[in-house]
């Protein structure tokens, strides 16, 4: 008997089509799911029960000529997304009881495909964190071992996919936040290109990095979610116009990456880097290599500088954005007697520490007799890492290394340390700094059965490079069909 649960998308679009279950029947399993695992995990912030199964029977009623290619599959969203009649707190107290009045296109471009919208997932607040600690409604638990992070900040939606709640969800990405929790949790998670799919409708944290990325159990379950959400919009000015092409994943026959040239940065795999990553990674990149691509090392001189080079600029950023949390137009208000008191309390007391400490660095970085010494040397160099990988990429076609230096860290490992946690995305940095897309897939586990994973990145704009390498890579191993035992 098919568990209808552990279902990926491509799988559930099959089983719709031939009618061998329905919208509905999927959408009850996965809140089935969803309520048995909460208590443990506490992958949700908010569960849409009721409206889910009204769309899963609008669903059911479609014809299958007419549905969209989501047509009554279950999904998940990051809750820094907006969604019309559902909370939005982007896991901050400041925005307690918020419920938006628009949805976010890339949300709205999969409602209009047919799929269901479950619920929201846990985020580390304001997407600020890398591990899902910081939200202010609670830490969520990592799935393969419930005493370990599930990466940040987008937990939630990775630890609801590789929990088997749904089968993809959506998530962000500013400096790592789908694949870093995609390499802990052992899903596929894609970082698009900046600008390929639209902010609009996203709570901002980093405007110039913030990226609305997929979480799936394969790179062919992210390809369907991802060709639906990809695309321009007028409603983003920051949306690229440059076409979406057509995904049709390669071949598997023979060598299906043949004439692939698949470069290896000698400065991902320095001291730090835990062994059975490095190890995992190594392996994984010779079955590439196996199935027909040329490995070839290459240098990305300016890696180094990317963790301080984001500090800066993300902070920066962030301090704007969030000026527009104050406690009078938004959310939750302090009592206060004063409008100078209601800012100050409101924003002291609702913001919690991690976003305090960006918002001051940022200011600071962006404060008069700081800003060029700080920001605008922060920009220079960031041009030079972008710069690398133009460079890179005149001799290869696709960077590959590891996702994070270490496999999930025990709750509360860093939480006294925020250079130790920052230092958890050391490797996803530099491509959220250059623009480019990045994809993390699962190679292998460390020796306490934790996950590990691996990135591939590419130019602007070939995600198709890096979903058919990666699904070519799945065809030959079983890594991302493992699911852990709960």
């Given amino acids: 008997m098919t568990i209808l649960s552990t279902l990926g998308v491509k799988e559930m679009q099959a089983g719709l089509l031939e009618r061998r279950f329905s919208s509905r029947e999927l959408v009850r399993a996965a809140l089935d799911r969803i309520a048995q695992l909460e208590p443990s995990l506490h992958a949700f912030l908010h569960v849409a029960s009721v409206s889910a199964l009204k769309k899963a029977e609008q669903a059911d009623q479609l014809d299958a000529t007419r549905a969209g290619p989501l047509n009554g599959i279950p999904i998940a969203i990051k809750d820094v997304l907006t969604v019309e009649g559902m909370p939005a707190t982007a896991g901050s107290k400041i925005l307690e009881g918020f419920t938006p009045s628009y949805t976010a296109t890339a949300v709205k471009r999969l409602q209009a495909a047919g799929a269901v919208l479950v619920g929201k997932t846990n985020t580390d607040e304001f997407a600020m964190g890398s591990s899902t600690e910081n939200s202010a409604y609670g830490l969520t638990h990592n799935p393969w071992d419930p005493a370990r992070v599930p990466g940040g900040s987008s937990g939630g939606s990775a630890a609801a996919v590789a929990a088997r709640m749904v089968p993809a969800a959506l998530g962000t990405d500013t400096g790592g936040s789908v694949r870093q929790p995609?390499?802990?949790?052992?899903?596929?998670?894609?970082?698009?290109?900046?600008?390929?799919?639209?902010?609009?409708?996203?709570?901002?944290?980093?405007?110039?990095?913030?990226?609305?990325?997929?979480?799936?159990?394969?790179?062919?379950?992210?390809?369907?979610?991802?060709?639906?959400?990809?695309?321009?919009?007028?409603?983003?000015?920051?949306?690229?116009?440059?076409?979406?092409?057509?995904?049709?994943?390669?071949?598997?026959?023979?060598?299906?990456?043949?004439?692939?040239?698949?470069?290896?940065p000698q400065e991902y795999f320095l001291e730090g880097l835990q062994a059975e990553v490095q190890e995992a990674t190594r392996t994984a990149i010779a079955q590439l290599q196996s199935l027909g691509a040329q490995v070839r090392e290459i240098s990305l001189p300016h890696t180094e500088y990317a963790l301080p080079v984001y500090y800066i600029l993300a902070p920066a950023e962030a301090s704007a954005n969030l000026a527009r949390f104050d406690g009078i137009r938004y959310g939750r208000r302090a009592q206060a007697k004063s409008l100078r008191e209601i800012f100050f309390k409101t924003r002291g007391e609702m913001f919690g520490e991690e976003v305090l400490r960006r918002i001051m660095l940022g200011t600071y970085a962006l404060s008069a007799g700081y800003y060029e010494a700080y920001y605008g040397q922060a920009q220079k160099v960031r041009t030079l890492i972008r710069q690398d990988f133009e460079t890179a990429f005149e001799h290869v076609d696709l960077v590959a290394c590891p996702a994070t230096p270490t496999t999930a860290f025990e709750i509360g490992a860093h939480t006294d340390d925020p250079l130790a946690m920052y230092l958890e995305d050391v490797y996803t940095l530099p491509a959220s700094l250059a623009g480019i897309p990045a994809i993390s897939f699962p190679v292998g586990f460390d020796g306490a059965g934790l996950p590990v994973g691996m990135q591939l990145l590419a130019p602007g704009f070939h995600e198709p490079s890096l979903l058919d390498a990666t699904h070519a890579y799945q065809q030959v191993t079983d890594w991302h069909q493992r699911q852990p035992v709960l």
């Fill in 182 to 264: 995609a390499s802990f949790c052992g899903v596929t998670g894609l970082k698009p290109t900046y600008g390929r799919v639209s902010r609009y409708g996203l709570i901002a944290f980093g405007s110039s990095l913030d990226c609305v990325g997929v979480l799936g159990r394969s790179a062919e379950d992210v390809a369907e979610v991802y060709a639906v959400v990809a695309g321009s919009d007028p409603l983003d000015a920051t949306c690229s116009t440059v076409n979406v092409p057509p995904l049709r994943l390669a071949s598997t026959k023979g060598q299906p990456l043949g004439g692939l040239r698949l470069g290896v």
